[in-house]
DNA sequence: CGTTTACCATACGGAAGAGTATGGATTGCC
DNA sequence: GGCAATCCATACTCTTCCGTATGGTAAACG
C-alpha cells in the first residue's frame, strides 16, 4: 500500500550525481509519431528534464503538459508519477538544471579573453551567431507571468547583467555609465530575441544581420 | 428557434460607430471579488472587448477565460455568447480595437514635433514616462506563439519601426545606419518593457531610471 | 399597453488535462 | 532462479473551461 501523497523510494532527492551527456538518445526526435519506439528502454528524472525543456523550447511553458510529453517519450503518464510528484515539480527540476547547465556555454568561454577590449564585441558577435541555446530563455521570457520561472530569469538575468557591467567598466566605461549601458545591451538582446525568433519581425537575412551586428558594437561599445 | 451556428441579429457586424470613452464605469474594478456588482445595466460588445483588453494587460492573453470575464462584469456566459459567436472572436476584436486606438497616443503627439532633431528624444522621455499604455503591448509579447496575435504585433511592430527608421533619416543618418539604429532602439524599448513589468529586474527607482533614459538618448541619438 | 427585440440566467454536454489507484512487467541482486 | 526494487500501463476521478440549448426578464417601440 502506498503512501497517500508520494512513493516510497522515489529518485526525488536533488541527486548531486549530474550526468551532462544523455545516457540514451531519446531526446533527439524532434516531431516523431507515435507508435516510433526508438529505444524502449527505461527512463530517468534527467530524461524527463531533458525533454521538458526541449518541449519549451519549441513551444512554450504552456505547452508542457504530462502526457503530452509521456507521448513524444514513448510512455504514459504512469511513468510520470513515479518519477516526479506533480507537474511543478516537473518544471521546477527542468528549470533548475537549465539554470546550472545552460549558462557557462557561452559566458565561460567569453572570459577567456584576457583583452577587455576584444572581450565585448567578441561577446555579441558570438551570442549573435550561436543563438540555438538561447532559446529556452527566449520561450521563459514569455512566460514571466508564470510565478515558476520569475526567480529563475531574475537570477540568470542579473548575473548577465553583472557580467556586461563589469566588461563595459573593463573597457573604460566609468561606474554610471557602465551600469547602464549594460542595461540598454541587455534590453536591446532581450528585445531582439522576442522580435526575430518568435516574432519574425524584419526576416532579415544573413549578410544583413551582420551589418546590423556590426552596427551594434559600433553604437554600443566605446572605442 | 435559433440558428445552429450564430445569432439571428447579434451585433456582430464590425460597427463603426466607435465609442471610444465607455458608457458605463464598470471596468475600473482592477480585483473586485464575486458579489460586487458597480451597475447592473447591460453590456455591450464594446464593454465585452475593453474589460478583455483590461484582463490581458493584467494577466496575460492566456488568461482570457469567458467565465472568468464574465465573473469580472458580474454576468454569466449566457451574455457573452449573445455578443460573441466564440471566445477566439472575442479575441480578435479586442486587439482589432486595440490597433486601431491604442496607438494614435503617443505616436500622433510626437509628430506634431517640427523640428526633427528634437522629435526622437522627446519620443523617448515620452514612451519612458508613460508606460501605462504599453501594457497590452508587452502582454501581447508574450503572447507570440499564439496564431492570432502574430500578424497584429508583426503590424504595428513593423509600423513602428518605419517609423523610428525615418525619425533617424531626418536626424541625419544615412538609410542603411537609421534601419540598423531603428533596430537597436526598438529591441532595446522591447526588451526594456520584459524586463521590467513583466520582470522587475533591476528594480530601479525614479531619478536612476532618468538617467539611464538620458544614457539611451546619448548613445542611441546622433548628435 | 402589449409585442418585439435585446440581453441574460440556468442547465447541460463534451473535451482536455492533472492526479490517483493498482496491477503488471522488467531489472538488479543474492 | 527467485525475490525485491524499479519502472510502466490501464483505468479511473476531478476539475476547468468552451460551447449549446432554452427559457426568462428588461428595455424599446408601436
Redesign the interface.
Known amino acids: 500500500m502506498r503512501s497517500v501523497a508520494g512513493h516510497e523510494n522515489p529518485p526525488h532527492s536533488t541527486s548531486l550525481t549530474f550526468r551532462i551527456t544523455n545516457v540514451r538518445g531519446c531526446r533527439y526526435h524532434t516531431h516523431m509519431n507515435v507508435s516510433s519506439k526508438p529505444e524502449r528502454t527505461r527512463l530517468s528524472a534527467e530524461d524527463w528534464e531533458l525533454a521538458a525543456l526541449q518541449l519549451i523550447a519549441e513551444?512554450?511553458v504552456?505547452a508542457l503538459a504530462v502526457e503530452a510529453l509521456a507521448r513524444q517519450l514513448g510512455v504514459t503518464k504512469g511513468s510520470f508519477y513515479w518519477h516526479f510528484r506533480t507537474r511543478e515539480a516537473l518544471l521546477h527540476a527542468a528549470l533548475e538544471r537549465w539554470e546550472q547547465y545552460g549558462e557557462r556555454e557561452v559566458l565561460g568561454q567569453i572570459e577567456q579573453i584576457t583583452d577587455p577590449r576584444k572581450r565585448l564585441p567578441e561577446l555579441f558577435r558570438r551570442v549573435a551567431h550561436e543563438l540555438q541555446p538561447h532559446r529556452v530563455y527566449a520561450a521563459l521570457?514569455?512566460?514571466?507571468?508564470h510565478p515558476q520561472v520569475?526567480p529563475v530569469?531574475?537570477r540568470v538575468?542579473?548575473r548577465r547583467?553583472e557580467f556586461l557591467t563589469t566588461a563595459y567598466r573593463e573597457a573604460g566605461l566609468p561606474p554610471?555609465?557602465a551600469l547602464?549601458?549594460a542595461?540598454?545591451t541587455?534590453?536591446?538582446?532581450?528585445?531582439?530575441l522576442?522580435?526575430n525568433f518568435?516574432?519574425?519581425?524584419?526576416r532579415i537575412n544573413l549578410e544583413e544581420f551582420d551589418?546590423?551586428v556590426e552596427?551594434?558594437i559600433a553604437?554600443?561599445i566605446p572605442a
Open positions: 513551444q512554450g504552456g521570457l514569455k512566460a514571466l507571468d520569475v530569469m531574475a538575468s542579473q547583467m554610471g555609465e547602464n549601458r542595461r540598454l541587455y534590453a536591446a538582446y532581450v528585445g531582439f522576442q522580435l518568435t516574432l519574425g519581425l524584419p551589418a546590423y552596427h551594434m553604437t554600443l
